[in-house]
């Protein structure tokens, strides 16, 4: 029986019971790291600033990200080629962060992601706080090299940006050719 499948169980008190599916769980942890990393990044806001913040945040989410693609090296694609590995890590990243709605292209060496859907734009939106762009580049970066290491660079681009009134989220990653 895979993780999918399972169900778990609690056991509170005297002998009630509380039993959770994995999607359930699954919904939890997303709705936790969304709101986790808000608060988070709100309450350094209110503390050191909106700039020092978001500093903070970068790289929060840089190390979050390569350590995110060296789990995912490690474990579950032992040996990552270029661009297929990058966008199952991606995938997997995608639907622990809740993001949704995802277009993805591909052109020679050129991968386009378009989000229409994203629970952590959605948060940053109600919050009024920016945009994370930023973020998400360095994100990439960050999961590009803990799933490669050295071996592959990208060059990421963030294009359209739903906070800034346009259709989608658009990304766009490119292999930096080696010189």
Not at 88 to 101: Q, T
Not at 143 to 167: A, C, E, P
Request: charged residues 25%; proline residues 1%; contains cysteine.
């Amino acid at each position: 029986m895979g993780f999918a499948e399972n169900v778990v169980s609690y056991v509170w008190g005297k002998g009630d019971k509380m039993n959770l599916s994995a999607g359930q769980l699954l919904e939890i942890a997303q709705y936790s790291i969304v709101r986790l990393d808000g608060a988070w990044f709100l309450a350094l806001a209110e503390r050191l600033g909106k700039e020092k913040a978001w500093e903070m945040d970068i790289e929060a989410w840089k190390q979050f990200s390569y350590l995110f693609g060296k789990k995912i090296r490690k474990e579950i694609i032992l040996n990552p080629v270029w661009p297929e590995s990058f966008l199952e890590s991606l995938e997997i990243l995608s639907k622990v962060l809740k993001i949704e709605g995802r277009k993805i292209s591909i052109e020679g060496d050129t991968i386009t992601v378009q989000t229409a859907d994203c629970e952590v734009q959605k948060a940053i939106a109600k919050a009024g706080i920016a945009d994370c762009g930023i973020v998400t580049v360095h994100t990439y970066h960050g999961l590009m090299r803990g799933l490669f290491g050295k071996s592959i660079d990208i060059v990421v681009r963030h294009t359209k940006n739903l906070n800034q009134g346009d259709d989608c989220c658009e990304v766009i990653v490119s292999q930096k050719i080696q010189e």
